[in-house]
């Protein structure tokens, strides 16, 4: 079978190995359910965007910044990995601008996103000093300016703009339609009137357009359009004698879910951006190139390893219950997401079942009517491409502790995240009194 963006597996005599550790035993000395995540697929996945990007660089003398999406997957020793490798951060909340700055990344790659900033977030994004916040709203930018006055202090702004271009995902990842609840509308003249607002204040000073239309993109078109999108407004924008140093596109390329279906690769992607940009040369002064990719670094570099407990077969289909769940992995639950399940050793006659983690909800459920080398009760199953908006979404429904998960590097196994534990999981409850 094919492991379409998973470097890193390989089948040795029908069994799984993980940059060359058979993934039974990992889960045999880590116990289940247990995330790995690979080093050498991160470095991989995310030299590919540096190299394919380097061509803006040497074609416009500008810099080209890769602001890693925190959201996709903020364990430490991840983000550390990336901040080491030269990567900056696009961060959501005050808990990832935290994340980002034990991970040493300078703030000057730091971009601080969302719609909904609070005070406290842009205090602390203030004192960090960080690239820019990108601003989704015209009540967050007198609220970013007020705040930076209280401090006396400039804040570096870039507007998000909605460019109403249509990503062709799932409905529930597509973030720059009209009707969505980010951005600044440019065809109504809002984001051109937030920019406007921004230089009659004293306490902001406009950097950048900012723009992100969605996630897990296979088609090349949305980005075209929204990179024409963003530059015929900076191009607006030069012409009332606003000139922009930042122009950032966000993230959401996809990965290959399905083994089968290519998907466009950072290649392609650059060549389609940059060649765009080009387009814009004459004019106007090309600014620094910024993108936010979360899943296109992590996606594919995770796998999620379960045990089964039982196997159930009923009149309408054969069941395998495994011990990952929703709360473990919420994206097949949430969006109906499709990800690749194989067991961890290949025998020789197939199957058709349905795979199933053990919480109390119908939509715990991996996979249906997967075709699948033949499971008996105690074998492992891999479910891959977690590494992004995996643990991240992972929470304690039903009870459940999140999973412990490891890296696979070149100098060993190490576990980076713990099992959280039964205390963990009432750690932050507290009982009144009366009731002891
Ligand atoms: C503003 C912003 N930037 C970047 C990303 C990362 O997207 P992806 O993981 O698809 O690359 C997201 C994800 O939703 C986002 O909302």
């Known amino acids: 079978m094919k492991f379409l963006g998973n470097d890193m597996i390989t089948l040795e005599d029908g069994v799984l190995k993980i940059d060359g550790y058979d993934a039974r035993e990992l889960a045999e000395r880590y116990g289940t359910p247990l995330y790995v995540m690979s080093e050498s697929q991160i470095v991989r996945n995310y030299r590919a965007y540096e190299d394919a990007f380097r061509e803006y660089e040497k074609k416009t003398g500008k810099d080209f910044i890769l602001c890693y999406a925190?959201?996709?997957n903020?364990?430490?020793?991840i983000t550390r990995l990336l901040s080491k490798l030269g990567g900056g951060a696009d961060?959501?909340?005050?808990?990832e601008l935290y994340i980002a700055r034990?991970?040493?990344v300078p703030p000057e790659k730091i971009v601080f996103n969302g719609n909904c900033k609070t005070e406290e977030e842009i205090v602390m994004g203030i004192e960090n000093n960080i690239r820019a916040f990108n601003v989704?709203?015209?009540s967050e930018l007198i609220l970013i300016n007020r705040i930076a006055n209280e401090m006396g202090a400039v804040a570096n702004v870039a507007f998000r703009i909605n460019p109403d271009v249509d990503p062709k995902t799932h409905p529930k990842i597509a973030t720059g339609l009209k009707k969505s609840k980010f951005g600044l509308d440019v065809q109504s003249g809002m984001a051109m009137k937030a920019v406007k607002m921004a230089l009659e204040m004293d306490n902001?000073?406009?950097v950048g357009v900012h723009c992100h239309i969605g996630s897990q993109l296979t088609d090349l078109s949305p980005f075209e359009e929204e990179t024409r999108k963003v530059m015929d407004f900076v191009v607006e924008l030069e012409r009332e004698g606003i000139k922009i140093e930042d122009v950032n596109l966000g993230g959401g390329l996809g990965i290959p879910y399905h083994k089968d279906r290519e998907v466009p690769t950072p290649y392609q992607l650059a060549e389609v951006i940059i060649n765009t940009m080009m387009e814009y040369q004459d004019k106007v002064d090309l600014p620094n190139l910024?993108?936010?990719p979360g899943r296109s670094i992590v996606g594919t570099a995770g796998v999620l390893l379960a045990k089964v407990h039982h196997i159930k077969e009923t009149p309408y289909g054969k069941w395998v219950m495994i011990d990952a769940g929703m709360n473990d992995m919420m994206r097949p639950a949430i969006y109906d997401a499709y990800h690749e399940i194989v067991p961890c050793v290949f025998r020789e006659e197939r199957e058709v079942v349905n795979i199933a983690g053990g919480l109390c909800e119908s939509s715990d459920v991996f996979g249906r009517d997967r075709n699948i080398p033949k499971v008996k009760v105690g074998d492992i199953l891999a479910i891959l491409d977690v590494g992004a908006y995996g643990i991240s979404m992972a929470n304690n429904y039903n009870g459940r502790g999140r999973p412990r998960m490891v890296l696979t590097s070149e100098k060993g196994v190490y576990i980076i995240r713990e099992r959280e534990t039964y205390g963990d999981l009432i750690a932050k409850d507290i009982?009144?009194?009366y009731l002891l």
């Open 136 to 138: 989704d709203s015209i």
């Open 74 to 77: 903020a364990n430490l020793a």
């Open 431 to 433: 009982v009144p009194g």
């Open 102 to 104: 034990l991970s040493k």
């Open 70 to 72: 925190y959201k996709a």
């Open 204 to 206: 902001v000073k406009v």
């Open 91 to 95: 961060v959501v909340s005050g808990g």
């Open 290 to 292: 910024l993108l936010e």
